[in-house]
């Protein structure tokens, strides 16, 4: 028997009743994969590839009642193979058509921090090149790079390529 004792409360919480042949020569817990409760688990759940946003956010709130409690391993396998196939969904369907560029970056910070042209002007000194920069005719110094990283509050890095 797998239990745990609660000293304060008086309580015993029994997590798993094995027989002697379920544990290794070590002494430790092995406990033994059923396929017929797998199977069913498969059944009920139907894992699949996953396609689309709707399946990911299905097979996410899978997870996430797995991940909450002691799962068996049959339960086990079926977490691991949901995880897999989330992963390759994100991977490509999150994944950016283009390289992110330090000139992208800044017209998404600007967005994000709702700032402007003009605001970059006091930042990097002059309207020409905040324009150049902009339209990726100017690369970014470490110096302008790292005035950048102060206004918006990020890693300098990101500006520079």
């Given at each position: 028997?797998?239990?745990?004792?609660?000293?304060?409360?008086?309580?015993?919480?029994?997590?798993?009743?094995?027989?002697l042949?379920?544990?290794?020569?070590?002494?430790?817990?092995?406990?033994?994969?059923?396929?017929?409760?797998y199977?069913?688990?498969?059944?009920?759940?139907?894992?699949k590839?996953?396609?689309?946003?709707?399946e990911?956010?299905?097979?996410?709130?899978?997870?996430?009642d797995l991940m909450?409690?002691?799962?068996?391993?049959?339960?086990?396998?079926?977490?691991q193979?949901?995880i897999?196939?989330?992963?390759?969904?994100?991977?490509?369907?999150?994944?950016?058509?283009?390289?992110?560029?330090?000139?992208?970056?800044?017209?998404?910070?600007l967005?994000?921090?709702?700032?402007?042209?003009?605001?970059?002007?006091?930042?990097?000194?002059?309207?020409?090149v905040?324009n150049?920069?902009?339209?990726?005719?100017?690369?970014?110094?470490?110096?302008?790079?790292?005035?950048?990283?102060?206004?918006?509050?990020?890693?300098?890095?990101?500006?520079?390529?």
């Open positions: 028997m797998i239990a745990s004792i609660d000293y304060e409360g008086q309580l015993i919480y029994i997590k798993y009743i094995l027989t042949a379920e544990y290794d020569k070590n002494g430790k817990m092995s406990l033994t994969f059923n396929p017929e409760k199977k069913e688990l498969l059944i009920a759940y139907l894992p590839i996953i396609r689309t946003e709707a990911n956010k299905q097979a996410l709130a899978i997870i996430e909450h409690r002691e799962r068996t391993p049959e339960e086990n396998e079926l977490y193979l949901l897999t196939l989330i992963e390759k969904f994100e991977q490509e369907y999150y994944q950016p058509d283009e390289q992110i560029n330090p000139h992208s970056m800044i017209l998404f910070l967005e994000q921090f709702d700032r402007n042209r003009e605001d970059l002007q006091v930042v990097l000194g002059s309207e020409n905040v150049h920069i902009l339209h990726g005719e100017q690369k970014i110094t470490p110096e302008q790079a790292r005035k950048l990283g102060e206004f918006f509050h990020v890693e300098p890095s990101l500006f520079i390529m």
